[in-house]
């Protein structure tokens, strides 16, 4: 076993994992680096002293701040977006405006809230220029971050929110219609995909798909 493997494992996370785009998981998955394996074993208070500090990739020069996550850090749900937008970068915290308005109804329509069994991180920890896409080398930056937040947190189910999400966590250029009903595993935990709040307000007709994607992810964790 891999370096990164046994990490993994005392994580209680799958034994492999790769978090490229475009790249699958493997067995032959490379150990980490110091710096990796550093962040892989970080408590809650370093791993966000160590995001706020972060300077590794050209985003944190162009941002406000950095967006950490937030809610319950012993959730079973765990919400994953692609990157903060302006308002997150403005307020420090992920899917908040009209889109974070429309996420915290349908959650609150399943029982669910920020804080209440759910946390919410994106795969990116500051905000692209413009709201662009993320590039290959800045997810591989953040990468770490965020599966060091889903072995801390320890959930039983992941929702990918976006095609943005979906494709990075998945290593895959799939489309969103064709990821939705089906469950995937991303770090050893089932994964749900779904669509972002963001393209819902643009695209009110699939409200109905989002809400049959929680209904689908509830009867999925229940399981």
């Known amino acids: 076993m891999s370096r990164r493997g046994e990490i993994l494992k005392e994580m209680g996370l799958a034994p492999i994992w790769r978090l490229r785009v475009g790249v699958s998981q493997g067995a032959d998955t490379p150990a980490p680096d110091d710096r990796e394996g550093s962040i892989l074993r970080m408590d809650w208070r370093d791993l966000k002293a160590t995001v706020a500090a972060c300077t590794d990739c050209k985003l944190r020069a162009g941002c406000t701040q950095t967006v950490f996550g937030v809610g319950d850090e012993k959730a ?7 990157a903060p937008g302006s308002e997150e970068d403005r307020l420090g915290e992920p899917f908040v405006g009209q889109a974070g308005r429309l996420l915290d109804n349908m959650l609150d ?5 920020r804080g209440k ?4 991180a994106n795969v990116l920890k500051c905000r692209p220029p413009g709201n662009r896409n993320p590039e290959p080398d800045e997810v591989a930056t953040c990468a770490p971050y965020l599966l060091r937040q889903i072995g801390l947190v320890h959930p ?5 929110m976006g095609r943005f999400a ?3 966590l998945l290593g895959t250029d799939a489309t969103i219609a064709s990821l939705r009903g089906k ?4 770090a050893g935990v089932p994964l749900i995909v779904t669509y972002h709040p963001a393209y819902l307000l643009r695209n009110l007709p699939d409200k109905a798909k989002a809400w049959a994607d929680l209904l689908f992810a509830k009867k999925t964790i229940a399981g």
């Open 183 to 186: 469950v995937h595993r991303y």
């Open 109 to 113: 329509a399943i029982a669910l809230g």
């Open 156 to 160: 039983k189910l992941i929702v990918a």
């Open 117 to 120: 069994n759910v946390y919410i």
């Open 166 to 168: 979906a494709q990075t």
């Open 76 to 82: 079973e749900w765990m919400l994953v977006g692609e």
